[in-house]
């Protein structure tokens, strides 16, 4: 079966509580939207990845782990990311780009405070250099890519799908089947971002890191099943006037199932539901991914 890489993408900011919002965002990179074999190599080839992504919070965790509850957001994405791997060999490993454009809907309200919307395409994803390392029982990747600040934003908005800045991503994954017969497996995807300053509010946010990660077991040749999470945190404080002096942490876990369409072999679905717990300085609220990889 053939299988799409990288899990760095697909901007549905869930990272994101948009950049002007009540809390910093705590990246660029979505947390959580990759899990089972997160880190698996793609074969030689141009590769189709199709994101929906529904992420909603009716509560606010402050950096104490206080509730607001009168608070809720919820967003609708949507995603494309082109891969290709152009089988060339650097290091021994094998040379890849990709790109990813969301586009986001986002409901962001905080009783008596703000009560905004936006529907607009958010900040791409460039990524010109990836390599990808393939073993009898793992495969490993690295990857250097670019979220560049020309999705719509507005330091006014709430809502506002863009970030303002700009942020470098480095990232680094490693899959292991455990044993001979590869049917059971463990993934885990990290990306450390390093951020430029904010347009109009002139905050530099503070750096951030998180794996992506997965469980599973191949039931049939077609099916995966697991779990998978995400853990983030922000390593260094925001910078700037007014800056914000918390940190920002989240957890989720939550089952997923991957499965390829047996009359169709090039395409594979997967299916994931995560629930955030003790985050701080963030929303806490449940996510839900839906992704079509095709494969030329």
Not at 264 to 273: E, F, H, K
Request: contains cysteine; proline residues 5%.
């Amino acid at each position: 079966m053939k299988r799409f890489l990288i899990s760095l993408a697909a901007v549905l900011c869930l990272s994101l509580f948009c950049s002007n919002s009540v809390a910093a965002p705590l990246s660029h990179h979505p947390p959580g939207v990759e899990g089972l074999k997160g880190s698996v190599v793609p074969p030689k080839g141009v590769h189709l990845k199709y994101y929906t992504v529904m992420y909603s919070a009716g509560k606010f965790k402050d950096k104490n782990g206080r509730t607001n509850s009168d608070y809720n957001i919820d967003i609708f994405g949507q995603a494309i990311r082109v891969l290709w791997n152009t089988g060339v060999n650097i290091l021994g490993g094998e040379y890849m780009v990709s790109a990813v454009q969301p586009f986001l809907v986002i409901d962001h309200r905080m009783g008596g405070v703000y009560d905004d919307n936006a529907a607009r395409f958010t900040d791409p994803l460039v990524e010109p250099f990836a390599i990808g390392w393939r073993s009898e029982r793992w495969e490993g990747l690295v990857a250097v890519g670019v979220w560049l600040p020309v999705g719509w934003y507005d330091s006014n908005n709430h809502a506002s799908p863009g970030f303002g800045y700009t942020t470098l991503m480095i990232t680094a994954g490693l899959n292991v089947w455990l044993d001979a017969e590869k049917t059971w497996h463990i993934s885990g995807l990290s990306h450390y971002e390093i951020n430029s300053k904010q347009e109009d509010t002139h905050i530099t946010p503070g750096q951030t890191f998180m794996v992506e990660w997965g469980f599973g077991k191949s039931i049939t040749d077609n099916i995966d099943i697991g779990v998978a999470g995400y853990t983030a945190w922000q390593l260094t404080r925001d910078t700037g006037k007014n800056a914000d002096d918390a940190y920002t942490r989240a957890y989720s876990v939550g089952p997923e199932i991957a499965f390829r369409i047996p009359s169709w072999d090039n395409l594979q679905v997967s299916i994931r539901a995560l629930f955030e717990f003790e985050n701080r300085n963030r929303p806490q609220g449940t996510m839900s991914t839906l992704a079509f990889t095709y494969s030329f």
